[in-house]
């Protein structure tokens, strides 16, 4: 990290936070205009409104008189944190306005190649297709923001302390596993009574990055699920009904006793849901946490286009269902929307670990950090 960059700070008391979760999510209300070059961004996950609240107390390279508006576009998976970034960041830089709407990220996609936003948020790095699309508008850049998990989330009252495996998991979501007392399920529950009940299944109605990791884990770890649906931001169901949205997926869970779904973390722990633990593929019964989140990552090596994944990465304490989440930027991005966005990401990167962890996602380690400043400081660089 070179000498002028914002020194990092980096709390290890998680604190308690409060996510509000909602329809829109936007830090500021005002006209924008695209960057310069188009690149697809998947789209996120449903629509959020959040209240924001001052994170992080540093300081920004940028000059104190910066103004102007950018607007976003992209994942529902990571709006809870990005709404406090930018509640922060708009408290020490009053005249500069970041919208973000947390439309999915398939409609982030397709909004950032149209060139309707400045960038986008997504939780599924492109495709080779997606990259191929948007290099013909210049450089795209993924830059990691934090680590998340995807939780299979639950409502039946009585049990808790539930625990899933892939197997168990994937048999649920393919519909061949259909009662709560399946053996499946109740071999991995020795100690828990089951009900003999229907197994209601929710999954996202939107292109989503939050599918696209739950898709993910899935494929990689049971073959007839590979075989039969695979994965993406948008896959075909073979059973259940689809919400909108990480918090549509969550409020229909909250209101559908014997249902199953999978969200965000923080959707999670927000709504009060029942979180079931997941045997990894260490063999190891692991609880979703801001811990084993960020365990996830261990071992994992990061290529030179940071587009990896934490699905499945059999790292011993690692939560098996996790993801990155990026922000898409353009190389070619006008220089007042580059020096917006530059100084955006950088406060966030550097001063935004706290906020990350009072909501559940897990920052990026710093070596990560440092190769993603690496792609924030070439942002409009041509």
């Known amino acids: 990290m070179s000498d002028d960059q914002p020194r990092r700070k980096r709390s290890r008391t998680i604190r308690i936070g409060v996510l509000v979760a909602a329809v829109t999510l936007v830090a500021a209300a005002c006209s924008s205009s695209p960057g310069s070059a188009a690149t697809p961004a998947p789209a996120g996950d449903g629509t959020t409104t959040a209240t924001s609240a001052p994170v992080g107390d540093g300081t920004t390279s940028a000059p104190p008189t910066l103004s102007g508006t950018l607007n976003g576009a992209g994942a529902t998976f990571p709006a809870p944190i990005y709404l406090e970034w930018i509640g922060a960041y708009q408290k020490q ?71 899933l495996d892939c197997d168990s998991l994937a048999g649920v979501f393919l519909g061949t596993i259909t009662r709560w007392n399946d053996p499946a399920i109740a071999d991995l529950n020795p100690q828990t009574t089951l009900p003999d009940q229907d197994i209601q299944i929710v999954h996202r109605s939107d292109g989503s990055g939050t599918t696209n990791a739950f898709t993910l884990y899935l494929d990689t770890c049971n073959p007839q699920w590979h075989d039969t649906v695979g994965y993406g931001k948008d896959v075909e169901w073979p059973v259940g009904v689809g919400g909108k949205g990480n918090d549509g997926v969550a409020a229909a869970i909250s209101n559908t006793e014997g249902s199953l779904g999978y969200v965000e973390l923080a959707y999670a722990t927000q709504t009060g849901l029942q979180i079931t633990s997941m045997v990894n593929k260490s063999g190891n019964v692991i609880e979703a946490s801001l811990e084993s989140t960020a365990a996830a990552a261990d071992g994992v090596t990061f290529p030179d286009d940071l587009r990896f994944t934490l699905a499945d990465t059999g790292a011993p304490q690692g939560w098996p269902i996790a993801t990155a989440t990026w922000i898409l930027a353009y190389g070619n991005m006008a220089e007042d929307k580059a020096q917006l966005l530059r100084s955006w990401l950088t406060w966030a990167l550097t001063e935004g670990d706290d906020a990350a962890m009072a909501l559940d996602y897990a920052p990026i380690p710093d070596s990560l950090q440092e190769r993603a400043l690496a792609f924030v400081n070439q942002i409009g660089a041509g």
């Open 93 to 163: 830089f009053p005249d500069v306005r970041v919208n973000y709407q947390a439309i999915g990220s398939g409609g982030g996609v397709q909004n950032f190649i149209q060139q309707t936003v400045d960038f986008a948020g997504t939780d599924a790095y492109l495709t080779d297709d997606e990259l191929a699309q948007a290099s013909q508008n210049g450089t795209v850049y993924h830059i990691p923001t934090v680590f998340g998990a995807v939780v299979p989330a639950y409502n039946l009252p009585g049990v808790d302390g539930l625990t």
